[in-house]
């Protein structure tokens, strides 16, 4: 996509499955967006110029997910002043504490904004995209308060199946 | 202060040592906030009157601080499209562990940008807010800029002390 | 069932299996209920409104299952002075410890008696809310004596088996 | 206390201090109770003999208090059909992780209604009894209420002195 | 078996599988034994009759197992004054982590001997009696010497099959 | 002491005011001890040299206590076929977690029984020492009985103090 | 292999799979080394005597991994003064949590370097050898260098596809 | 120093206290050593410039010390292919275990050398750094045996001063 606002990435190509629900959430609400993979740790180099590359190209919000001793989203938020959200990923013997832990014990002075591990925080890590880039967009906070509403309509259909169902 | 664009929330008064790392965080960067005592489970529906009210009094972002079974800052992002922090507060026998899993583990479909558990994580969730609102705000982006200038400088005035220490 | 005195809910239908435990104990006791999908995070004013109608409907008891940050029976207990029993599901990466102490470590003044993570909790709930119940029923109390007898005949019969098994 | 409604026990003199917090509950709600030393461990036989007396002696409800391996609540739980709370006690190295574990995670079939680890669970058991002895009683229901309100009134007035201190 | 010197005692039925490396154990040493189901919960008063009846009918070590909210070793140790071996059994959501610190997390004055989660843990519950009742017994003792030669070979053994599998 | 029957050592003489509570159990029952300092990383070979003597100078049983990577009861364990009792030391920053796990999941062939963390832990190896011993010896048994008796006594008189103190 | 410069050594045959990661990056860069089961536990004089020999075989690392409670890198740290390298394998039911506190929490004086649990740690111990081994080898340091360049092409090529991909 | 061969970094000045535990053992090898702070989140540029020039300065080892997400081994791994050693502090309220498990956790192909939480790990580092250099320096390795000799002697003397005590 040309002009990602957005920009996911991750530290491993094996999150894909994971982070791909962020993308997801992103087109709901018709954000652009770009998904690579890089990692902290076998790219700093890359991954140092794409951190110095975010305000030229556009971007506005990095959404990094990764698993085990979980660094990518810190090393972005080291680098750039843009709001950056941190997606643990579980992928270790640890289920995923491991990447929690090193994703959201940032100290003083670099914040990153951390969701749930997995998939349902790579998709809220999409959704709060869209609720701070919303803060200046009329169309994108209708879509938000669309969303809202669809997800209490889910929860009025699926006790209208459960009360069929019975 | 009148007419505040973020505001802080906390469940408990004896939260507030740690909470009023946010309000500093966010006097640095001369954003105009408030800070009182809500709690999902004493006050609910003062709590749900605050939610409703937040678009109109022009409030952006919400910086929610709980301990123990922290529901507060997911009560707020239940009710709100607006960008919700979270700030796990460790006030129980369990260090904010259970704070933190509690702010963290969110359902897919309703984010919270979680920090650090105690005093680091209340001065991010200030430093996050002006990130946020940096996206919009050529001075506020380069306060940012300053703020990181000043890490790094503090790390090398701390290096010449500790060389002189010697 | 018409005029449940115990409502049972959860904060997703994939919890269905796990909370269906908490329904079949009641059944095995004879004490009408309801089941019901009510997120504390997805419809936050259905659930308001079913905390409000609870005492009118003549329900007597709220048995709450969630997972992860599971907010659902505090929320529930915050909003009403009738007994809430919280059913921690294990659906997140952590194994349910997330919902354990999201749903046990309340603040003073609002309890939720919280009991086992998964079926065997679910199932408990369902037989703690038979107890509380049977506090002003002879019937009941006499069920909940047969019950008990019960399990420790299980405990005969399977050693009887196991004997023979050898 | 003559007739006591609610017994509460726990399982070392050295619990007194958190246990106390729940006959403080019990008190301010007019029901009458008594508290006092059984342990699972060093007194079993006391404690067999304590359950099979509980309904010949009116009581109703049992609070269990006890830390590290914390069988107390669940072994009177398999002697009695009146329903137990449990209150882990954080007086162990593990913080009262081992006390809730070993209250709440109790095997189908026996339920133990758990509160959270340490005074503030001990003053939530007592709420918890007063919730389900209201059930019965018009009066503590009021009272009950009343309670509630008082929490969110004094979340109001905590608010009040917050903005006089600014 | 008549006259069994080591009883072995499970909480459920579903632990055979588990509790039977116990067993597995003695046989290989020649001890005399037993094994049968006895809940702490579901039959606490068959369990104090069998703990009572332990020294009359010659038993000399107890081996229980138990998962979740464990209390059976703790219980039987409560009651006697013979040694108490506890396993933990990994049944529950929280892989055993329950079970563990509910066995090993003893009050002073009544210890239960803890051994491994698991299978490797009774396959060890039985070693541990073996080592007992070998401190009385020169044959038992020799058994043992044999039995830790018979550990160092088949190290030995696996070392010589990996440099032939090369 | 001449002749002990039951060797205490620990890791490090930090470990000391711990495990001289095992000492005081010994004491107790009358049983001959010795304590010393003995580490299975700062002197190996004096522990294995310590290992090799213990069946020559009588000692039928060791009590190894040791913090952090606890490897000290393991390590005496691989070495003989007496019983081993472990006790985890909190004296690191996990707060005995880690020698809890480190002493207690032995793999299958080499058990150490293991015991709470910290000074309970440790008075009750000595107890268990005793217990063990106690098969072979009418006297201890009688004194274990009483032991026992002293317990429930206490607990007895610590409720009459609690009703005079009311 | 004649002349191992570096040694592999796990606590059971159920562990080579993942220690042969760590065979897999030696061979890669071209490091002689040698695999065998050597326990701490079931073999502790074949141990002891490996211990002994390293030096004059001429081996210069040891790779040690193991489950559970896992000693083995930790006896070995503490007969020799070469480094010794630990690799936390998640062989029991705490996914490899008690095998890394084992590993890692050791005391004052013999350290162990700890790598991650499992499969990449087994990998990174290899490639830690390869960077100690490098201080004093060119060719070693020219491998490690391209190694490195190779997982930063790895991430461009993965990237590559992911653009195709789509 | 001039020529420093290992260089010791921290994250803040707060971790100088147990940082310098390292620096006391490299002082006590006589091996040449600096020391300071470089934080991977306030100082990423001057961190990723320290990596770049430390083979130009001759610097052989890095020893990184951080609490909380500690990223500051991790980083200095990724940039280059000298040893590093990683020193979780445990300054959060976790208590380290967070900074643990982002030192530990590391991915296939940057492997970080960790050693304990706090000021033993600290030492321990500063040993590792001399093992590793002592691969090539008989003096060096002389010294580790005297070192490793003085542990023997020091629990030893710790036994006899024990004994006189008595």
Redesign the interface.
């Known amino acids: 996509m040309a002009n990602p606002r957005v920009s996911i990435i991750m ?3 094996s999150d ?1 499955e994971i982070m791909s ?1 962020a993308a997801k959430s992103l087109s709901e609400f018709g954000i652009s967006h770009e ?12 991954l ?1 110029q794409f951190c110095k590359n975010l305000k030229k190209r556009g971007v ?2 990095v959404i990094a997910g990764a ?5 990518l989203a ?2 972005v ?3 750039t ?3 950056v ?1 941190g997606v643990p990923v ?1 992928s ?7 990447a ?21 925080g790579a ?3 999409g ?2 995209a869209a ?6 967009s009329k169309p994108l ?1 209708e879509k ?2 669309r ?2 509403n669809k ?2 309509r ?3 259909e ?2 209208n ?2 009360k069929k169902g019975k």
Not at 100 to 106: E, H, I, K, P, W
């Open positions: 530290g491993s190509d894909l629900e998904i690579q993979v890089l990692s902290a740790h076998r790219s700093p180099e890359l140092t506005q919000i698993g085990g001793a979980a660094h810190g090393v938020a080291a680098h002043t843009l709001p959200i579980n270790s013997a640890l289920n995923g504490l491991d929690l832990l090193s994703t959201v014990q940032m100290p003083s002075g670099i914040p990153v904004a951390t969701v749930a591990i997995g998939k349902a998709a809220n890590a959704i709060l609720q701070i880039l919303g803060l200046h906070q938000l308060l969303y809202k997800l209490t889910s929860v009025i699926k006790n199946k459960l």
